[in-house]
């Protein structure tokens, strides 16, 4: 059983007020959510405006929901979906790419461990990516990106601890890697500390 | 800070919403609370920053919203709606059937304003576990922390924007003719403006995000506040100067309590008023103080995040709760 979000419950009978202020909560998250799918700026417009549209002139029929942004995400990515499906080759829904572009926050990184990486974050699936997105960046529990993405909870949830282990192995040999290189430099002697860390990567 | 978390690997602090918040989001709180239980626990560091470095990577570059794109979009979405004629919104024509219900509506914002005249006072009170927001006749706005109350003449309020604050609120104000805030410890006098104000019993604050804001303590001089600028007062002392961070959202707004060393008894308080319920406690556990942060989600995790490290228990009884 679930308990309906009163946010859900006021805009279903009809208060505009409350329509306009689900609409002010969750637009920028979906605007985000949406330019993962595609870079086109103007269809994740489009899909969002019928999407609220079609939310109030059927808010009578709809049922309920206990998390109006798990509601707004799937509906948002079940329409883009649609949409992309008709603009291009992809026939299966696993098919439809998810862009995430990876912003090193971390400086001390250099160069070639930051492209290893990268390379390792790349090798995620499409379906992967968008539920680590999903998970960190719109703060969504397993249970609701399960309800978005179609997927069983458990499933899930082993699906993005895989991800992340295999990222932290990657880490763990990178971090490794650059511990050898640092003691060969010393053994064989010479230069200051900074220096070879810079040369030994 | 739950004591699980010293058996935790790395991967498992990638669970724990808080440390998303602090390393991945970088709040500034959260992230200074984990760095103090670091501290505190040093040998739980190499499974901690490496939890660290793990989130890190999980950044990643977000679409920036273009200005004007978020009302562009909410405009279509209203003139796709009135023109299939579904939304009760002021549509360019009414038909005629409409003229009934607009005259019941006049009728009612008649009735009211008449009940206003007659009344001459409104008094809005939010109730203990919840947040509510008023806008006031001059489309300034007053965000009302739990179990506060504000009161103003509706007559005179359009010429002299003053009212009264019993609690905590943080105000929005147009700009235009000096808004003032009167409180049983002190005033505060702006021209247009954001500011919080926090009055209870004998503790007395005041902080200023944006503008200027002018704070008088009856017997004492006036002080004018700056952005990122705050006065403490504890009634009997002398006010305390402070500064804070102005770019971030007041702490009880954005869903959490941030108390840098007061009474538990003030602390328990907070938590009386965020949730709605009744905590007793001893005398001597009210003194002890009391540095931290809990977040406003859960009464339970509150507090736990205020009893673990106090070393206090607490049980839970419907809205009573019992400190040991």
Redesign the interface.
Known sequence: MITPHPLWLRFKAGDPDAFEQMYEENIDALLRYGHHFTVQTEVIEDVIQELFVDLWNRKSNLGDTDSPRKYLCASLRHRLYRVLKQNSKVSGEEQIPFDLTWAQEDQNLEEQRHSQVEKAMNQLSQREKEAIYLRYHQGLTYEEIGEIMGVQYQSLRNQVHRAIQKLRNILTVIIMIFLTSLSTSILSGGYNGKYIILSSL | MKQEYITYQ??DF?EV?SF?QAY?HGDPGLRKAWEDWATAHPECQPQLR?GQ???????????S?QPG??E???Q??QD??TT?G????PARRIPLKWYSVAAACLFLVATLMVWLQVSGQSRITSMAGTHLTHVLPDESQVVLNAASQINYRTRTYASKRNLHLDGEAFFEVKKGAPFTVQTDLGTVRVWGTSFNVFSRDSIFNVKCFTGKVEVTIPGRESVFLTPGESIAYIRGHDPLADSFDPQRQEDWRSGIVNIDDLPLSNVFAEIERQYDVNITFGSDTGNKHYTGFFQLNQLDSALYHVCWPMQLKYQIDGKQITIE
């Open positions: 790395a991967q990638l919403e998303i991945l490496e470095k793990l989130i890190a990577q999980l950044a990643v570059k977000e679409y919203l794109q978020k562009k979009i909410w279509h979405i796709s709606i299939t579904i939304l009760k919104r």
